[in-house]
């Protein structure tokens, strides 16, 4: 089983989906981890880490000759390499029994809202 390797990450979908169909072109099978989440919200795209491009690590080598072909400076990185507020929940919230059941986007929503509520309370009681 090949392991897919993030090798560059964009702000928006419509720049990752050029550089996927250039390496579509070239026969790299590639996979772009939270597009529809940023499409979707496109606020979102800090939050989840961007649009990361990846590719099975056989072809990490020859895709990054093509990304520099391209003139863009290939990223190479480990797969969840903690971008972003929804990586660093799956890391801690993991460890609540509760939690590990949520999907990243419901630990995300739960995790603004808990946000949220502590800033209205620190307002009411006129500390803020």
Known sequence: MNK?????VFQYPHEAHMVKSKLESEGIMV?????LTVQSHNFLSNAVGGV????SSADVEEANLILIDM???PAVS??????????WSE?????IPLF???????????FLGLIMVAIALLALLGLM
């Open 4 to 8: 897919y390797i993030t090798i560059a």
């Open 31 to 35: 996979f772009l981890k939270d597009e």
């Open 52 to 55: 990361k491009l990846q590719v």
């Open 71 to 73: 003139g863009i400076n």
């Open 78 to 87: 480990e797969p969840d390499s903690g971008l972003g507020v929804v990586s």
């Open 91 to 95: 890391k801690y919230m993991d460890k």
């Open 100 to 110: 590990k059941k949520w999907p990243p986007e419901v630990r995300l929503i739960f």
